[in-house]
């Protein structure tokens, strides 16, 4: 319809796209680093499930969000904990593993929800925190710097990611066990050890990822809140190539279409519903075919260790 | 011989006491969403509640669920496993569910079986259907909507254009085009029932956009209410439920399902031998719906009349509401 | 006992000793009561047949398996390492038969895994690189450190090796099999370096099976045959003949092709021209003929078109440009089986990628290719009883050590999973055989015995194409020697005809008239 591409329309687009990515972006970075150890861990979408309903409860009790947000950090690392005993110790198949998390993870915190709330409540969040002279640039500021903390943080994120994977001891640890476990534990690098850190550290990422959702975008709960984002979130990662700076690049794609449709939808463009709900699930999958670079996969990705074995 | 009477009724009475204590009633019900959706499972389940206060409690009427059963095999299961134990009434609450129904209903001849939203009972004697003219509700949220918004931009949003959720929406753009033709109704699908985050995404792109008015199928509420939290001008309008208790200050008027009336008819229906073959549709006019205007919102006088008008006009029948 | 990988001067670790180490694996004893040391400065080549037993003892030394029983000394003080990183900070370095080498980082960030670093949390790659740059200055170890490692070539990946090994300050650095995957000039360099580190003060254990080498190398000998010590000696006392009969416990005679008149062509290659891995020409129209009863010696540096000849002629790649024949029947474009039909048999250079299953039993590797035909299948059905047989026969013809026909190929030593690929392909009596690196990695006795076999297979007309990157096998096989360089062949000599000097030449790119001046 009428000026479907004016200023305001770009800028409206660009902030809905920043707080859709603002989840993926937690989960995907937790999930690169589990990944770049050689841990997939799909049980992202169970962990964002049940911390995203520690960090709303405990809020909700608490009335501190900065509690709710330690809780969902808490539930992460404790459901990292259990990820990687299965998974690196006992050396389970991960795919399956992870799908136990995932399972347990979404029926646990409906049960809590049922049992500890019962109905759709909602909380103050976290609230716009425009930053100094940043936010009063015309459009940019209202479109990147007028947002909560939890989303400057989802993309702060990305760059100390990455200096972390490239830059230091700990992330050249995490890459040679993700690409040559044998390698790593030859120089005396416990390959476990490195593993549980990485799927932890991954796991609490994914704990903020649920909390993003329930105390900051959202302001509530209920079941299945997620609704299968974590695992968008492992497929990002692929498509990133296992990097932070490719995730996000997948992130702000998929947000951005998704963002797109909707503005079609609102302004009145003449494509049909279901195609424009399509539209980003259908770009990711070609996106995946046609970007994922296998030569960057962590060569022993879903590999348990086992020393001796060449 | 008075004396006898009396006796021989005494014993009759502590005999149906005794009975109603060793076989209460039975009724199982099996929902695509949680019992606390503050929509259209919650409805059915509220209405069951109040039954069942109704009846003397849980030793008169016993009601056994199984929600979030959006898996259709699952539910389908779910289903028969109630036929299979007995109980009087098997409520099979979702549009989805029709095909299960009509296979089980003719393993169960004595089983009633209750399924809606829809019409169809599929001629089997066993089965009701049962639906709501929510084109109704909507009309009368569209008049309000269309007295209140001062952007004269409205959105609406919900996950799939089917069923009540459609009819809904249709009557609410009859009643808003019945005020003002000069406003402009935006339509967004999100495509998934339980994706909240895209939800809230879509109520946020009417906001920006300058909607101050939102309605939409009920599961869309909670989007909405994540949108209005940064933006607090903003009006909700919802149905299925009235879901004033989720945000008070947001929440103008809900169009409420009540299956009581339905609830109460099938099951003397069914004790009186009769175990389906109708089709109920909740309206105005016999109170299955109802206008639940939130207390707590400073309703204008002359929207209040308005609404109240239109109520009036659709019961009877001056108003006609094109589903 | 220094960890400092920035203490300048060599590091030096004490006398080292292991007592009575005995080591089990489900069904093996790898090691039993093995006494071995090694006195600082010294060079101890520990010397054994695969499987052995080698590996696992040094696998021990260096923390990666705890001993069943014995001990480990050093000084005279008793150590436990529970893991490498005990052991490296004991000042020992090994330097694996499969390189521990991480493709996707950099020469660098390899060498600086694991260690601190002086800008924690930071990698110190500016240091780092300058302190390799030091060591490869002092050891004569060309490499770049800023090169990934997948881009570098074998012989550079083992530089890596060594350099890890001395930057984290160890003393005595245990090298396996070094010079298995080298090429002579290498070998060479390697050995220079050797010295090198003996000189500055290193203690060294060297395995290796190529006996002058030992000779060339070594102070003391340690012979180990079945996990047991056959013997300590000192290298300038014994000779070749014994150490052989130590290892393999018989005498073994070199081998030597009679003189045989070659037959009609079986193997025809014309004007072949094919793409490598990297997208480049890897095969530049490539002409050559093969007779019956005729061993043809493909030699060159690694990576100059030898694989990718091989792989055209067993149909793993499709050939660009030129035509194939095998006993005048076209095949250029045939499937494997239509090449296993037309008497075509292929020993692979990776074995276990390309010429066997790892998780597949001994027998049903036997049966990779004919699984489908009589008198092993009738229909759809598999006759098992002969195919037992069969396997049975192959096993005990090629003496190939397995537990059972049902052990999974994965537990052979190498140079019985190559016996076995050998069986395969020869009971099939074929007309060609390709055999590509069939000694790569394979100790003394079963090397004697391929060698043996595919001269017998000469004598019975079979036309040969060997490729192999060591001469010394090449020179004693071949009744012809092609040398091949960025994808040509750049002359042909006689057996006889040409000096390991003169061939070396060639396979770095001297025309042959030249070479032969020389
Ligand atoms: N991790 C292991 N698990 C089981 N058996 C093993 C393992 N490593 C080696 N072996 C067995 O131990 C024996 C000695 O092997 P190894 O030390 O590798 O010999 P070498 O290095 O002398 O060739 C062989 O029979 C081998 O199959
Ligand atoms: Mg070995």
């Not at chain 1, 109905?119 to 969040?125: A, E, L, Q």
């Not at chain 2, 959706?37 to 209405?47: I, R, V, Y």
């Not at chain 2, 004790?271 to 073959?277: E, M, Q, T």
């Not at chain 3, 990297?278 to 019956?292: F, M, N, Q, V």
Request: proline letters at 4%.
């Amino acid at each position: 319809m009428k000026g479907l591409i004016s200023l305001d329309v770009i800028s409206g687009i660009i902030h809905t796209m920043i707080g859709l990515a603002t989840p993926f972006l937690y989960a995907a970075i937790g999930e690169t680093f589990a990944q770049s150890s050689g841990v997939v861990n799909l049980g992202v979408d169970g962990i964002m499930l049940l911390s995203a309903f520690a960090a709303f409860y405990v809020s909700l009790v608490s009335g501190s969000l900065a509690l709710g947000l330690l809780a969902a950090a808490v539930v992460g690392l404790l459901m990292g904990l259990l990820m990687s005993l299965v998974s690196v110790t006992l050396k389970a198949e991960q795919g399956v593993s992870g799908i136990g998390l995932y399972m347990f993870g979404l029926g646990m915190s409906s049960l809590l929800f049922k049992v500890l709330i019962g109905t759709v409540k909602t909380i103050d969040g976290f609230k716009p925190l425009p930053i100094p002279f940043l936010s009063d640039i015309p459009v940019v500021g209202k479109m990147l710097f007028r947002t909560n903390i939890l989303v400057y943080c989802a993309f702060l994120l990305v760059p100390l990611a990455w200096w972390v994977l490239n830059k230091t001891t700990l992330g050249l640890k995490i890459k040679a066990v993700g690409q040559a476990p044998a390698a790593a534990d030859s120089l005396g690098i416990s390959v476990n050890g490195i593993r549980y850190l990485s799927v932890c550290i991954g796991s609490v990422l994914a704990g903020i990822a649920g909390a993003s959702l329930s105390i900051s975008l959202l302001n509530l709960f209920q079941d299945n809140l997620t609704a299968g984002q974590g695992f968008i979130a492992v497929a990002l990662v692929y498509f990133g190539g296992w990097s932070p700076v490719g995730v996000l690049g997948g992130a702000l794609l998929f947000s951005i279409v998704n963002s797109f449709q909707l503005w079609m939808q609102v302004l009145g463009a003449k494509i049909p519903s279901n195609i424009a709900v399509m539209l980003p699930y259908l770009l990711t999958i070609v996106a995946l075919t046609i970007s994922v670079n296998r030569a960057r996969q962590p060569a022993a990705l879903n590999k348990p260790f086992e020393r001796g074995e060449s | 011989m008075r004396l006898r009477r009396a006796f021989i009724a005494f014993l009759l009475a502590v005999g149906l006491v005794g009975a109603a204590v060793a076989a209460p009633f039975r009724i199982a019900v099996v929902m695509p969403s949680a019992t606390t959706d503050m929509a259209f499972s919650q409805s059915m389940w509220s209405a069951l509640m109040i039954i069942q206060k109704e009846m003397g409690g849980p030793s008169a009427l016993e009601i056994k669920y199984t929600d979030n059963m959006y898996n259709v095999p699952d539910a389908a299961a779910a289903i028969r496993d109630y036929a299979s134990q007995g109980f009087d009434i098997v409520i099979a609450h979702g549009s989805q569910y029709g095909s299960s129904v009509q296979e089980i209903a003719t393993d169960f001849p004595q089983t009633t079986f209750a399924w809606g939203t829809d019409v169809n009972t599929f001629g089997l004697p066993n089965v009701y259907a049962y639906t709501a003219a929510a084109e109704q509700g909507g009309f009368v949220n569209g008049v309000l909507a269309a007295k209140l918004t001062k952007s004269r931009k409205i959105g609406v949003t919900g996950p799939v254009e089917v069923g009540d959720a459609k009819t809904y929406i249709d009557g609410f753009v009859q009643g808003v085009m019945s005020v003002n033709k000069g406003i402009t109704v935006s339509k967004t699908w999100t495509g998934s029932f339980s994706d909240v985050a895209l939800m809230t995404a879509a109520a946020k792109t009417h906001i920006a956009n300058g909607a101050d008015v939102l309605t939409g199928s009920s599961q869309s509420v909670v989007g909405s209410i994540g949108a209005a939290q940064d933006n607090g001008h903003v009006m909700w309008f919802g149905t299925q439920a009235d879901q004033a208790s989720l945000a008070p200050n947001l929440v103008v008027c809900s169009q409420v399902y009540d299956w009581t009336g339905m609830l109460r008819e099938i099951i003397a229906q069914h004790k009186a031998g009769v175990l389906g073959g109708k089709t109920y549709v909740l309206t105005l006019e016999n109170k299955g719906l109802k206008m639940a205007f939130n207390p707590s919102y400073r309703l204008p006088g002359f929207a209040k009349a308005a609404a109240e008008r239109a109520i009036k006009g659709i019961v009877d029948g001056s108003i006609k509401v094109q589903p | 006992m220094s960890a400092n990988a920035r203490s300048d001067g060599a590091a030096r670790t004490g006398r080292v000793e292991m007592r009575n180490i005995v080591k089990c694996f489900p069904g093996v004893r790898a090691n039993s009561q093995v006494c071995f040391d090694i006195d600082p400065g010294e060079v101890h080549a520990l010397l054994g047949e695969n499987g052995a037993g080698k590996s696992t003892l040094m696998r021990q030394l260096y923390g990666m398996y705890q001993p069943d029983e014995g001990e480990i000394l050093i000084d005279g003080r008793r150590l436990v390492f529970r893991s490498p990183a005990d052991a490296i900070r004991a000042g020992i370095g090994m330097i694996h038969q499969h390189f521990m080498l991480v493709p996707t980082l950099t020469v660098a960030q390899n060498v600086a895994l694991g260690q601190p670093s002086a800008r924690a949390p930071l990698v110190d790659i500016k240091g780092v690189t300058e302190r390799i740059e030091t060591l490869a200055q002092e050891y004569g170890l060309k490499v770049d450190p800023r090169a990934y490692v997948w881009q570098l070539s074998v012989g550079e990946q083992q530089r890596v090796e060594i350099l890890k090994a001395l930057y984290r300050g160890a003393g005595l650095i245990i090298l396996d099999e070094p010079t298995a995957v080298l090429t002579p000039q290498e070998v060479k360099d390697l050995f220079e370096t050797l010295r090198r580190m003996v000189a500055e003060g290193h203690s060294l254990i060297f395995i290796s099976h190529k006996l002058y080498e030992v000779m060339a190398i070594s102070d003391r000998v340690t012979v180990l045959r079945d996990g047991k010590v056959i013997g300590t000696k000192l290298t300038r006392e014994v000779t070749r003949d014994e150490l052989v009969k130590m290892m393999v416990g018989r005498e073994v005679k070199e081998v030597e092709a009679r003189p045989l008149t070659p037959g009609p062509v079986r193997l025809r290659i014309r004007g072949l021209s094919a793409m490598g891995d990297r997208g480049t020409e890897a095969l530049k129209d490539i002409d050559l003929d093969i007779r019956s009863g005729e061993i043809v010696g493909l030699a060159g540096v690694s990576g100059n078109g030898q694989r990718e000849l091989a792989e055209c002629l067993a149909g793993m790649r499709r050939p660009l440009a030129g035509t194939i024949s095998a006993g005048g029947r076209d095949i250029g474009a045939a499937s494997l089986n239509e090449r296993v039909d037309a008497g075509m048999a292929y020993i692979p250079e990776e074995r276990m990628r390309d010429g066997a299953i790892r998780e597949f039993s001994v027998q049903e590797n036997v049966f990779l290719h004919d699984r489908t035909k009589a008198p092993f299948a009738r229909g759809i059905f598999l006759n098992f009883a002969k195919m037992r047989s069969h396997a049975a026969a192959l096993v005990r013809d090629f003496s190939v050590k397995t537990a059972s026909l049902d052990t999974p190929i994965k537990n052979l030593s190498g140079g019985n999973i190559q016996k076995l690929i050998m069986a395969r392909e020869l009971s099939r009596k074929p007309m060609v055989l390709v055999a590509a690196q069939p000694t790569r990695g394979v100790d003394i006795g079963a090397t004697d015995y391929i060698h043996q076999r595919l001269l017998e297979q000469r004598e019975s007309g079979t036309a040969i194409l060997l490729v192999s990157e060591d001469l010394d096998e090449i020179r004693a096989l071949s009744d012809r020697i092609a040398v091949m360089y960025e994808g040509r062949i750049i002359g042909i000599v006689e057996r006889g005809e040409a000096s390991v000097e003169q061939i070396g030449l060639m396979m770095a790119g001297v025309a042959m008239s030249d070479a032969m001046k020389g």
